[in-house]
């Protein structure tokens, strides 16, 4: 008796040739870009280091594109971008020591916002490792030691025969729900030494899938056929699995208002007579929810932004769909199902009961209303306006990248995306400079369209050695720099919390005289002429700056 795990493929005789007979001259490295080659990788980030340089000649006779940034952090964050709009695990090779380490914040950010990265960094030589002190450089007595608490997973390698195996499980981990990123580390000297390997001619590249238990979704389906009052939350996990649709579908079903998370932006369309849109940070939508008498939550763990800051106490059933599993029931008891939402919502919309409710798009504009007459009473038009040029300039297809400055944090809530998977911010680790190299990263990932960076002054220069890639390459990215001359959002709170702000301000550089000198075109706009400026910037090929001198102000909390 055969069985299907039984059968093996039989190699041609011209497969048995070439294994046969590999060609000369490579090394460790080749097996790392053959392996991505096999497993359908096109496009490489990262920065060439002493230890690396295996990887990076073997480049040289591969047909894979590199894209080289200036600071691996940028590297990283080019990769995370490129992750999230491809759906593609973005390879990003780094040196041993100072040039891994320096990756950890935008593999953070990447694991917060479950981006796929596939990062892949040199090691000492094998025969300084196990944590003695032998003085290599880079030396660190346990380099994957810093990268375990911060990745999905940590793959080592020790001999040339383990990198095609190591690298192909790395991959799968990555786009394995929920993705995120990986590591794997491999010696300098496996990296450099001749090989006899056979050239890596494929992979198995299909991550495993995550579907719900069955027993589970009835039951949810059961509880949102029968509810009064639906309600449904949409966090990243619905843009990650592209279950927009389905969740829209789902909605009307069961007529049920939906509000989108700042991960989640673009899942359900802004204008749908169901829509609360993003403003989960208000207390009107906080207290609609908990008002629910059953809530779905979709691709949300209900963290710090989605919560409101912790203040959300929901009083009816929750039903978390969520496939990170140490996210189910984190801040709320729920009915708990470990899954992908598109496999999810799915498996609901094949159980749910249709329900009426003529009332629930009236409950919506009632409250959509009150949150306007508060934001109105705030007097806060300029930064209204703001929002409302850069929409009117963006092409709706174009995607944004948003770093952490008060224009973001207005975005999160009173943006409209247009889209799922347009949208993106740091909001998953909420660190400094992502804005520009993250859209670097897309502009790579799909050159037909415009991109949108959006930075403050302050993580502007966090970013701005990218300027440099953005016209190597010539990218299509166009970045707005909001120019208040600090960390605009700390000298607020901090004078919020204790009178005045201390270590704010900043003494910045003439940012359109800087870009010019990188041969990238700036303007300097004002709120007046920004819509039009934008329009220009974005419809000209290759990188342009906007900068916007202007100081801005948040809205007020509701959570305090």
Same mark, same amino acid.
């Given at each position: 008796?055969?069985?299907?795990?039984?059968?093996?493929?039989?190699?041609?005789?011209?497969?048995?040739?070439?294994?046969?007979?590999?060609?000369?001259?490579?090394?460790?490295?080749?097996?790392?870009?053959?392996?991505?080659?096999?497993?359908?990788?096109?496009?490489?980030?990262?920065?060439?280091?002493?230890?690396?340089?295996?990887?990076?000649?073997?480049?040289?006779?591969?047909?894979?594109?590199?894209?080289?940034?200036?600071?691996?952090?940028?590297?990283?964050?080019?990769?995370?971008?490129?992750?999230?709009?491809?759906?593609?695990?973005?390879?990003?090779?780094?040196?041993?020591?100072?040039?891994? =380490?320096? @990756?950890? #914040? *935008?593999?953070?950010?990447?694991? %917060?916002?479950?981006?796929? /990265?596939? &990062?892949?960094? +040199?090691?000492?030589?094998?025969?300084?490792?196990?944590?003695?002190?032998?003085?290599?450089?880079?030396?660190?007595?346990?380099?994957?030691?810093?990268?375990?608490?911060?990745?999905?997973?940590?793959?080592?390698?020790?001999?040339?025969?383990?990198?095609?195996?190591?690298?192909?499980?790395?991959?799968?981990?990555?786009?394995?729900?929920?993705?995120?990123?990986?590591?794997?580390?491999?010696?300098?000297?496996?990296?450099?030494?001749?090989?006899?390997?056979?050239?890596?001619?494929?992979?198995?590249?299909?991550?495993?899938?995550?579907?719900?238990?069955?027993?589970?979704?009835?039951?949810?389906?059961? =509880?949102? @056929?029968? #509810? *009064?009052?639906?309600?449904?939350? %949409?966090?990243?996990?619905? /843009?990650? &699995?592209?279950? +927009?649709?389905?969740?829209?579908?789902?909605?009307?079903?069961?007529?049920?208002?939906?509000?989108?998370?700042?991960?989640?932006?673009?899942?359900?369309?802004?204008?749908?007579?169901?829509?609360?849109?993003?403003?989960?940070?208000?207390?009107?939508?906080?207290?609609?929810?908990?008002?629910?008498?059953?809530?779905?939550?979709?691709?949300?763990?209900?963290?710090?932004?989605?919560?409101?800051?912790?203040?959300?106490?929901?009083?009816?059933?929750?039903?978390?769909?969520?496939?990170?599993?140490?996210?189910?029931?984190?801040?709320?008891?729920?009915?708990?199902?470990?899954?992908?939402?598109?496999?999810? =919502?799915?498996?609901?919309?094949?159980?749910?009961?249709?329900?009426?409710?003529?009332?629930?798009?009236?409950?919506?504009?009632?409250?959509?209303?009150?949150?306007?007459?508060?934001?109105?009473?705030?007097?806060?038009?300029?930064?209204?306006?703001?929002?409302?040029?850069?929409?009117?300039?963006?092409?709706?297809?174009?995607?944004?990248?948003?770093?952490?400055?008060?224009?973001?944090?207005?975005?999160?809530?009173?943006?409209?995306?247009?889209?799922?998977?347009?949208?993106?911010?740091?909001?998953?680790?909420?660190?400094?400079?992502?804005?520009?190299?993250?859209?670097?990263?897309?502009?790579?990932?799909?050159?037909?369209?415009?991109?949108?960076?959006?930075?403050?002054?302050?993580?502007?220069?966090?970013?701005?050695?990218? =300027?440099?890639?953005?016209?190597?390459?010539?990218?299509?990215?166009?970045?707005?720099?909001?120019?208040?001359?600090?960390?605009?959002?700390?000298?607020?709170?901090?004078?919020?919390?204790?009178?005045?702000?201390?270590?704010?301000?900043?003494?910045?550089?003439?940012?359109?005289?800087?870009?010019?000198?990188?041969?990238?075109?700036?303007?300097?706009?004002?709120?007046?002429?920004?819509?039009?400026?934008?329009?220009?910037?974005?419809?000209?090929?290759?990188?342009?700056?906007?900068?916007?001198?202007?100081?801005?102000?948040?809205?007020?909390?509701?959570?305090?």
């Amino acid at each position: 008796m055969t069985h299907d795990h039984d059968l093996v493929l039989r190699p041609t005789e011209a497969q048995i040739s070439a294994a046969l007979n590999p060609p000369p001259g490579r090394n460790g490295g080749d097996l790392v870009v053959e392996t991505l080659a096999g497993l359908g990788a096109t496009t490489v980030f990262g920065l060439p280091g002493q230890h690396a340089l295996g990887m990076f000649d073997a480049l040289r006779r591969s047909d894979l594109r590199y894209i080289g940034l200036r600071v691996e952090n940028n590297a990283g964050f080019a990769a995370d971008a490129y992750g999230r709009i491809t759906g593609e695990a973005a390879p990003l090779l780094l040196s041993t020591g100072p040039g891994a =380490l320096t @990756s950890l #914040a *935008a593999l953070q950010e990447a694991a %917060a916002a479950s981006a796929p /990265v596939l &990062a892949i960094s +040199s090691q000492i030589p094998s025969a300084g490792l196990g944590g003695g002190r032998h003085g290599y450089l880079h030396e660190l007595p346990d380099q994957s030691a810093s990268f375990r608490g911060v990745v999905k997973s940590v793959h080592t390698v020790r001999t040339q025969s383990q990198i095609p195996s190591a690298i192909e499980a790395a991959w799968k981990s990555a786009l394995t729900a929920p993705h995120g990123p990986v590591w794997a580390e491999i010696p300098q000297d496996v990296l450099l030494s001749p090989t006899l390997i056979p050239v890596v001619t494929g992979g198995d590249a299909f991550p495993e899938e995550l579907p719900p238990r069955p027993e589970l979704t009835a039951v949810a389906a059961d =509880l949102l @056929s029968r #509810a *009064a009052r639906p309600a449904i939350i %949409a966090g990243g996990g619905v /843009v990650r &699995a592209d279950a +927009s649709r389905k969740l829209r579908q789902l909605a009307e079903l069961l007529q049920a208002p939906v509000v989108t998370t700042p991960g989640g932006k673009g899942a359900f369309p802004w204008t749908h007579p169901l829509s609360l849109q993003s403003w989960i940070e208000d207390r009107f939508v906080t207290d609609f929810l908990e008002d629910a008498d059953v809530l779905l939550v979709v691709g949300s763990g209900l963290g710090e932004l989605s919560s409101n800051y912790h203040t959300f106490r929901p009083r009816g059933r929750v039903v978390q769909i969520e496939a990170d599993l140490g996210k189910l029931e984190s801040n709320h008891p729920a009915l708990g199902i470990h899954a992908d939402a598109r496999l999810a =919502l799915q498996a609901l919309l094949e159980t749910v009961s249709p329900r009426e409710d003529t009332e629930a798009p009236e409950r919506v504009r009632t409250v959509l209303a009150k949150v306007s007459d508060r934001i109105a009473a705030q007097e806060l038009t300029l930064e209204q306006d703001l929002l409302a040029a850069i929409r009117r300039a963006l092409p709706a297809s174009a995607p944004s990248f948003w770093d952490m400055t008060i224009l973001t944090y207005w975005a999160w809530s009173a943006f409209d995306a247009k889209g799922s998977n347009h949208m993106h911010s740091a909001q998953g680790a909420g660190g400094l400079g992502y804005g520009f190299p993250a859209a670097l990263g897309a502009a790579v990932a799909d050159p037909t369209r415009p991109v949108l960076a959006v930075s403050g002054d302050g993580g502007a220069l966090y970013s701005i050695a990218e =300027l440099a890639t953005a016209r190597q390459y010539d990218l299509n990215v166009t970045w707005l720099i909001v120019d208040d001359g600090g960390y605009g959002i700390l000298r607020e709170y901090m004078t919020d919390a204790f009178g005045e702000a201390t270590a704010t301000e900043l003494t910045r550089p003439d940012f359109v005289a800087l870009a010019e000198s990188f041969g990238v075109p700036g303007v300097r706009t004002t709120p007046e002429t920004l819509s039009d400026d934008l329009s220009k910037a974005l419809g000209s090929p290759g990188p342009s700056v906007v900068v916007l001198p202007v100081v801005l102000r948040m809205f007020a909390p509701t959570h305090l």
